[in-house]
């Protein structure tokens, strides 16, 4: 037990660098939507993968635009097939699902073993982390079941997603609302009324931040929700519509900021997409940027610039049909990476010792890998459909939702697909007769399970498992017990070694004829009874007649 310590320098005696490698496994929980509340978007001192390779996916049965909770090995996420999903997060199996009346598109936050929902079907949520089990569910805020229609204007709309201050539940809703909720009871204690759908609120400094869609910046008291101040928006009066805010504030270094678009209004006087940085004491305006995101003449819409990503003194944020750095104290470009459609997921940084990494998904149906010091792509992984969803970061790995119904799970670790063969001498077979089925998990993998299912006349199956010799090779033996039609197939469940993830492989499916006759057949037709006794009858007359001819003679 305790910690190596070692030294690492180039060939020619260049930068020297200690490392510290403890045997103690330590990673930082992704409890709320942006990780965190004190450095939203950013896994401090934890590893992110550079390679995106697929360690695993997750089916659920609609579109996953919500952004994934990772708490204790466990990965929390909705989907628009109205269930909140908890999945282990090292092999993407399935722990437990809550149903609820709506499609889920925003995130849970998880906290002291408790996980909370928003207002998607009307309803807030307390469920255990562990089972799913609900604990509690405020009132319909909405009046009515189910979500109104005047109230949903777009499945991109932004949608509130929940934290968690001490005893203290802040979430918003689309009825413009910002509630103030017991997490020990679901008693709705206080509100703050504004004319917008709302997004995720921020915490700092007993203060809660928040935008809406009417196109303000709100700061309110955490005790009170009554309003400090708020800041609106310049009206474009070219721009239909306004520019409006609907993300979340990002809360650092005394700013706000923050980031506002009216979708696909025309910018040929201007832009469509500001990014702003207020005073966080008395919300003044300390600069404003307009944004093209080279999107060209009209500008470009994008949803993540609400959700900018704060770290020593840089901001990263989705522009237009790419991602960008900024310089946090005066707003001006760093660098633009352009990745081929809109932005809509909001940036995550690993602050990697190795060296940093940011993702984000896009539009293109691809996650993103990048240099956050150059904006260079490292590397990308391309789903079957669009990302919305905003990754989690957690022990060196990255997970987000796609809107082709899957979530993803993604390592440094490179992955393998091996091909397991299998071959049985037995065609047929008959009942209480022994079968052996051989295989081999190629190319030669020792000390791995293979499983052998068989498939009996009546549906039901057996599981047989083996563990592989030093050169891939098993063999299973079982006894057939049911005539009739049987099958049988081999499978590799897979496994993740760390430094490398082997794949499922199974092999086709392949039928064994069990027969009821268990003695052994006879070689030649069967003689009747009639003609053994004639043959019989045969032999001793002619005995009897050799001995009479014998007798003669003598």
């Not at 799913?132 to 777009?154: A, D, F, H, Q, R």
């Not at 599981?463 to 050169?471: M, Y």
Request: hydrophobic share 40%; net charge neutral; charged share 15%.
């Amino acid at each position: 037990m305790g910690n190596l310590y070692m030294m690492a320098s180039t060939v020619h005696m260049g930068p020297v660098a200690l490392y510290c490698i403890s045997d103690q496994k330590e990673h930082a929980d992704w409890t709320y939507f942006r990780g965190n509340i004190n450095q939203p978007g950013v896994a401090v001192n934890q590893m992110g993968p550079s390679a995106l390779n697929f360690k695993w996916a997750f089916k659920t049965e609609g579109t996953v635009m919500s952004s994934p909770a990772v708490v204790n090995g466990k990965v929390y996420i909705g989907s628009h097939d109205q269930h909140i999903y908890c999945i282990d997060a090292y092999n993407g199996s399935l722990i437990w699902k809550f149903k609820t009346n709506y499609r889920v598109t925003s995130s849970p936050a998880v906290v002291g073993g408790r996980v909370y929902i928003g207002f998607d079907d009307g309803h807030a949520y307390r469920l255990d982390a562990n089972t799913g089990t609900k604990i509690w569910n405020t009132t319909n805020i909405y009046g009515g079941e189910p979500l109104p229609i005047l109230i949903e204007v777009s499945s991109f709309q932004p949608r509130s997603s929940p934290i968690v201050v001490g005893d203290r539940l802040y979430v918003g809703a689309l009825d413009g609302k910002v509630y103030f909720i017991d997490t020990a009871t679901g008693n709705i204690l206080h509100i703050y009324q504004t004319n917008g759908p709302i997004g995720s609120p921020a915490y700092a400094n007993a203060r809660i931040y928040i935008a809406s869609t009417d196109r303000n910046v709100y700061c309110l008291d955490a005790n009170t929700l009554t309003k400090i101040w708020n800041w609106t928006t310049p009206k474009k009066p070219w721009m239909v519509p306004s520019l409006f805010f609907g993300g979340t504030p990002t809360v650092a270094d005394g700013k706000v900021f923050i980031g506002g678009g009216a979708a696909y209004s025309a910018g040929i006087f201007g832009s469509n997409i500001i990014l702003v940085a207020l005073n966080a004491t008395d919300g003044t305006p300390i600069w404003i940027r307009d944004m093209i995101g080279q999107g060209g003449l009209f500008g470009t819409n994008t949803q993540s610039v609400w959700t900018p990503t704060y770290v020593r003194g840089v901001l990263y944020v989705g522009d237009g049909m790419g991602v960008a750095a900024y310089n946090a104290t005066n707003g001006e470009r760093i660098w633009f990476q352009w990745l081929g459609f809109q932005v809509f997921s909001s940036v995550a940084y690993a602050d990697d010792p190795l060296g940093p990494k940011i993702y984000v998904g896009c539009d293109s149906y691809s996650l993103t890998c990048l240099d956050p010091t150059t904006g260079k792509v490292l590397s990308r992984y391309t789903t079957g459909a669009q990302i919305v969803s905003s990754p989690a970061i957690y022990d060196g790995m990255v997970i987000v939702g796609s809107a082709d119904h899957h979530v993803y799970c993604f390592s440094n670790a490179p992955t393998y697909c091996p091909t397991v063969v299998a071959w049985c001498d037995w065609k047929e077979a008959y009942v209480g007769e022994s079968i052996i089925v051989h295989g081999r998990l190629l190319p030669g993998l020792p000390n791995e399970k293979l499983i052998l299912t068989l498939t009996k006349p009546d549906g039901s199956q057996i599981h047989i498992n083996v563990t592989t010799d030093e050169k891939g090779w098993v063999d299973f033996t079982f006894t057939v017990d049911a005539a009739g039609e049987w099958t049988w197939t081999v499978w590799y469940e897979g496994r993740d070694k760390g430094y490398i993830v082997y794949l499922y492989a199974y092999t086709d499916t392949h039928p064994l004829t069990v027969k009821t006759t268990t003695a052994a057949q006879p070689i030649g037709p069967i003689i009747p009874t009639d003609y053994i006794v004639a043959i019989i009858l045969a032999i001793v007359i002619i005995i009897a007649a050799a001995i009479y001819v014998m007798k003669r003679r003598k």
